[in-house]
């Protein structure tokens, strides 16, 4: 056993050292996204209205460090729909692109990724816009967040790529190794049976993963992904459940407690089905 351990590590460590030039390159452009946009981009969403949920989806593809916080905050003081906020939290795609973009065999399905959530977001925000309407009210005060475990603003462009290519460049390495460990020990056709032929187990389960607050969920997510661990519908859910820090930042700034829950169960409802139908799609 001591053997299969040492082998793993040493595996798992080649793999993730050979990702880091990749995913340090694609943070540094993701840092100076937010820098040189991140408030034009906020400033056009609050001024979009009930075509929000457009622009919104649309924008939570590009990888702006915190624009789902920055939307849980604009929706907190009611500037924003809760359909807006909805089609943000849906098409954020957090750590899904640097990963994928540093794993070449899979690059070519960023696009479809992208575009699939973008069309999902889109259709949902407009829906629940439409059966929930919230009352905007201009007076609320907008806090504003820099969240600094998703990012590190102030430190610059490059120390703060640097600083998240480390994070998460950890997470992988700590994923990928107990996922080896796990196939050794359990074997892939058994892991294979338990998530990929189970249409409606894996993204009800991907979806819970999905709702982990933070950076975690989109990692471990794509991390079972690319290793073949999840399905491409079980996938999908988790991705689309997952809106990193902005979970958290709706619950710590939204005063209505029970609406902010309310919101988190449309979102991870909408996820998993649409996770399912993409299951038994493709």
Not at 45 to 54: E, Q, Y
Not at 55 to 82: E, H, K, T
Not at 212 to 218: L, M, Q, R, T
């Given at each position: 056993?001591?053997?299969?351990?040492?082998?793993?590590?040493?595996?798992?460590?080649?793999?993730?050292?050979?990702?880091?030039?990749?995913?340090?390159?694609?943070?540094?452009?993701?840092?100076?996204?937010?820098?040189?946009?991140?408030?034009?981009?906020?400033?056009?969403?609050?001024?979009?209205?009930?075509?929000?949920?457009?622009?919104g989806a649309v924008l939570g593809l590009v990888p702006q460090c915190g624009f789902s916080a920055a939307a849980a905050n604009l929706y907190a003081g009611r500037v924003i729909s809760v359909g807006t906020l909805i089609a943000i939290f849906l098409s954020t795609s957090?750590?899904?692109?640097?990963?994928?973009?540093?794993?070449?065999?899979?690059?070519?399905?960023?696009?479809?990724?992208?575009?699939?959530?973008?069309?999902?977001?889109?259709?949902?925000?407009?829906?629940?816009?439409?059966?929930?309407?919230?009352?905007?009210?201009?007076?609320?005060?907008?806090?504003?967040?820099?969240?600094?475990?998703?990012?590190?603003?102030?430190?610059?462009?490059?120390?703060?790529?640097?600083?998240?290519?480390?994070?998460?460049?950890?997470?992988?390495?700590?994923?990928?190794?107990?996922?080896?460990?796990?196939?050794?020990?359990?074997?892939?056709?058994?892991?294979?049976?338990?998530?990929?032929?189970?249409?409606?187990?894996?993204?009800?389960?991907?979806?819970?993963?999905?709702?982990?607050?933070?950076?975690?969920?989109?990692?471990?997510?794509?991390?079972?992904?690319?290793?073949?661990?999840?399905?491409?519908?079980?996938?999908?859910?988790?991705?689309?459940?997952?809106?990193?820090?902005?979970?958290?930042?709706?619950?710590?700034?939204?005063?209505?407690?029970?609406?902010?829950?309310?919101?988190?169960?449309?979102?991870?409802?909408?996820?998993?089905?649409?996770?399912?139908?993409?299951?038994?799609l493709f």
């Amino acid at each position: 056993m001591f053997e299969e351990i040492m082998e793993a590590l040493e595996h798992t460590a080649l793999e993730t050292l050979q990702l880091l030039p990749l995913l340090f390159l694609t943070y540094l452009v993701m840092e100076y996204l937010e820098h040189r946009t991140g408030d034009h981009t906020r400033e056009w969403i609050k001024k979009t209205g009930r075509l929000g949920p457009l622009p919104g989806a649309v924008l939570g593809l590009v990888p702006q460090c915190g624009f789902s916080a920055a939307a849980a905050n604009l929706y907190a003081g009611r500037v924003i729909s809760v359909g807006t906020l909805i089609a943000i939290f849906l098409s954020t795609s957090d750590e899904m692109i640097p990963i994928l973009i540093a794993r070449p065999e899979f690059v070519g399905e960023i696009w479809k990724i992208l575009l699939l959530k973008a069309v999902i977001a889109c259709m949902a925000g407009f829906a629940v816009d439409f059966f929930l309407r919230s009352k905007e009210d201009e007076h609320t005060h907008i806090h504003e967040l820099c969240e600094h475990e998703h990012c590190n603003c102030e430190k610059g462009v490059v120390r703060s790529a640097l600083v998240h290519t480390l994070k998460i460049a950890l997470f992988i390495f700590v994923i990928a190794f107990v996922l080896h460990i796990v196939i050794h020990m359990v074997g892939e056709d058994t892991i294979a049976s338990l998530i990929l032929d189970r249409p409606l187990l894996g993204p009800i389960l991907a979806g819970v993963v999905g709702l982990i607050p933070n950076c975690a969920s989109s990692v471990i997510i794509t991390q079972l992904y690319v290793e073949g661990a999840m399905g491409f519908g079980s996938m999908m859910a988790g991705l689309l459940v997952s809106a990193g820090v902005g979970i958290l930042v709706l619950l710590r700034v939204n005063e209505d407690r029970k609406e902010s829950l309310k919101i988190l169960g449309i979102l991870y409802l909408i996820g998993v089905v649409s996770g399912m139908i993409l299951e038994l799609l493709f």
